[in-house]
């Protein structure tokens, strides 16, 4: 009954390749994110999705696209990846509360490291 | 945009002791504070959280307290456990009514010390 979960748990690939990591939540949220969480373990956000259409796009390189089939899935690919794109990739969701409220529940992170 | 300072970094207390993290913040309509714990391996669990109406929430052992005027909110652990060693983030949200987004703090390693 796992809450939100990501797939795969580990990626080691060589540089340049293309790559993609999945998510879904069963929690019936209207939003979804994903989390770039660097060796410093600063927990950056890259993207949102409300309802399947994007609502935040931070500073990413283009080479990330996310995609969102559905409310209860947020998938993200990445192109040419690259050595600084090691790191864990965190998936989120959320319900937005009439009172604003936006506890998020984060999945269990996939550790990608780049060759 | 949200600015969010966390502090210390790291922190060893001994076991029964208390343990603090403060946080500051920068936007005035930050008024959702959420307190995340993550686990080795894991990835980060909301703990406690408290709204700008609030100045202060008690959770058995974890309480937070919030002073907007300084704009500037901590954790407090008391009678601290072994399983209570992870990293702590502090965050910050404004309401204005749209989907704005949860800043975090850059995490406090907290060990304790059996």
């Known amino acids: 009954d796992t809450a939100v979960s990501q797939t795969p748990k580990y990626l080691v690939t060589q540089m340049g390749n293309d790559k993609s990591i999945k998510c879904e939540q069963n929690?019936?949220?209207?939003?979804m994110y994903w989390y770039k969480q660097d060796s410093k373990k600063f927990l950056k956000i890259m993207f949102s999705?409300?309802?399947?259409?994007?609502?935040i796009n931070e500073t990413v390189p283009n080479r990330f696209s996310p995609k969102s089939p559905d409310k209860a899935h947020l998938n993200l690919h990445i192109n040419s990846l690259e050595l600084g794109d090691s790191a864990v990739y965190f998936c989120?969701?959320?319900?937005?509360?009439?009172?604003?409220?936006?506890?998020?529940?984060f999945g269990p992170g996939t550790r990608l490291l780049v060759l | 945009g949200e600015n969010v300072e966390q502090h210390p970094s790291t922190l060893s207390v001994q076991e029964g002791d208390s343990a603090v993290i403060k946080c500051t913040y920068s936007?005035?309509?930050?008024?959702?504070f959420p307190w995340y714990k993550q686990e080795l391996g894991k990835g980060p669990q909301l703990i406690i959280d408290?709204?700008?109406?609030?100045g202060e929430k008690k959770d058995q052992r974890i309480a937070v307290t919030l002073n907007k005027t300084a704009k500037h909110f901590s954790l407090h652990i008391t009678e601290t456990q072994p399983e209570d060693s992870a990293v702590y983030f502090c965050?910050?949200?404004?309401?204005?009514?749209?989907?704005?987004?949860?800043?975090f703090g850059t995490g406090t390693k907290l060990q304790v010390i059996p």
């Open positions: 408290i709204r700008s109406n609030v």
């Open positions: 929690l019936g949220h209207d939003t």
């Open positions: 965050a910050a949200s404004p309401n204005s009514g749209g989907y704005q987004k949860v800043t």
């Open positions: 999705y409300n309802n399947k259409e994007l609502i």
């Open positions: 989120a969701s959320s319900q937005i509360t009439s009172g604003g409220l936006k506890t998020q529940y």
């Open positions: 936007d005035s309509a930050s008024n959702y």
